[in-house]
């Protein structure tokens, strides 16, 4: 399982409470291709009451599902949550590609979209189908991303959704596809309902922040007052699950 999603961006870490000595013996004989922490207090922490236990964390540093391992349902959620993390930045890396697409490859993964476009533009005369994909898969990434943006939109979280979409719009800057991100932006802005969430949710981004910066007594306060205010909008789930994650951190 390691081995299939590891490319794709899994970082996997075991945790013990073994001395290194007794995991260094056991690894000389069971060699393992992620890395083992020894000694820990991590069961503590984490309030593991039986072993083995997993916890799946995202890239944005929540739990999203803990519990045996074996059962194996885990597994069927990293598809997804692995896209997520690859499209939550400005940057893509579009996987192996043709030599001849190299520097487009090269510029995605750099987050220079507009370069990107350009290196495969001028690959076509090598390699059409190779570059002609190439820039119908980086289509298909904004829209991914425009989606993306929606989605958190339709929870309420605008605030977060809006520095998302320019994030991107700096990413693609001088393209067509930023056009895209911006417009988008601009719509939600212009909306007076909408205006006013955006306000909201950027005191709930604020308050996860501070949660996971270890004040999570100040967070949760914060999110209590927050949640009376955004009672009745469709912003009040993402702050009820800001709150617990809070309270659950302290």
Request: overall charge negative.
């Amino acid at each position: 399982m390691f081995e299939e999603f590891e490319p794709q961006g899994l970082a996997l870490l075991a945790m013990t409470g073994e001395s290194s000595g007794v995991i260094e013996r056991f690894m000389e004989d069971t060699p393992m291709p992620y890395p083992v922490g020894c000694g820990d207090k991590s069961a503590r922490a984490y309030e593991v009451g039986g072993i083995p236990h997993a916890f799946l964390i995202d890239h944005k540093g929540e739990v999203v599902w803990h519990g045996h391992p074996g059962g194996g349902n885990w597994v069927g959620m990293l598809p997804k949550l692995l896209g997520q993390a690859q499209d939550a930045g400005p940057t893509w890396d579009p996987g192996e590609r043709p030599e001849t697409l190299a520097k487009a490859v090269e510029f995605a993964c750099a987050g220079r979209m507009k370069d990107a476009i350009k290196a495969a533009e001028r690959a076509k005369g090598d390699d059409e189908v190779a570059a002609t994909t190439f820039l119908a898969d980086l289509g298909a990434c904004v829209e991914r991303r425009l989606e993306r943006a929606k989605a958190l939109g339709e929870e309420g979280c605008y605030f977060e959704a809006t520095e998302y979409l320019m994030m991107q719009a700096g990413a693609f800057k001088g393209t067509p596809h930023a056009e895209k991100f911006e417009a988008l932006r601009t719509e939600w802005i212009r909306d007076k309902q909408i205006k006013a969430l955006i306000a909201l949710d950027k005191k709930r981004v604020q308050a996860d922040d501070d949660a996971r910066e270890g004040e999570a007594d100040k967070a949760a306060k914060s999110l209590e007052k927050l949640l009376r205010e955004v009672e009745g909008t469709t912003l009040e789930g993402s702050v009820e699950a800001a709150l617990a994650r809070a309270k659950a951190s302290r």
